[in-house]
């Protein structure tokens, strides 16, 4: 891995902190232009953020194979950097503050090769950053998992808080996770997935679900690494450890939790008729 790459990432999400923060919530950030690589349509605030990040590489004359929300995928020789430059978008358009910078470097292009990540907060500037074996923390300060929930059973757990993401999921979807959300006393969906990841690394969820089959590895690549640091894991819905390539397009569904127990439990409520 090239060595600084996470001071790099955290230059980076401070650059594109100061250069959406004027067009969070405006008009003019708001402003719609052609449907990016991610399959969504650009807003300003996007494409400025996007080319702060790029500001930045070339000022490090580093260059990776990109893996961009807006540009696409961009041919380099120096690793993997996959990019969300703002991670809710709609969240910020309409000033809501919970939206964020989401960057992972990986040395090969699979989700599982990824070695560094930092997520900003762009309300607050709080960072969540991670290095391969070498923890997580939120600013300078570890964090990990909520490790009081190990071990309890889900259906005797009134204090689990379950991230949950129902957002255009297919009705069969939308039933299955029913299951979930009539049997929790605490669900809970913010907008930006990268984020919501972090809360679980820090012990404020103790699992984030979503398994519409929609969400870009762009959106997921940089809080995996931040989850797997903090001690959480992530799996896809068939219990395999969650892996994936690492392009443009690929979508995937995952549950990520605290435990290998809640796991169990969820994935049971979820699967079973």
Known sequence: MRPGISGLLK??????FDTTKGLVGTESGNEKFSVGAGGDVSRKIDLEAEAAVFEVLKKHNFRPTVIAEEAGIIEGADGYLVIDAVDGTTNATRAIPFTCCSLAYATDKKLSSVQAAAIMDLSNRDIYHAVSNMGSYKNEIAIQVNNATAGINYHDAGELIIGLNLSNADPRIITRLMRVVSTSKHIRQFGANALELCYLASGLLDAYIDIRGKIRVTDVAAAY???KEAGGKLFAPNGSELDS?????????FLAVSSDSLFSDLASIITNP
């Open 11 to 16: 230059e980076i999400c401070f650059r594109v």
């Open 225 to 227: 690494l931040v989850v």
């Open 245 to 253: 390539s690492l392009t443009g397009n690929e979508r995937v569904s």
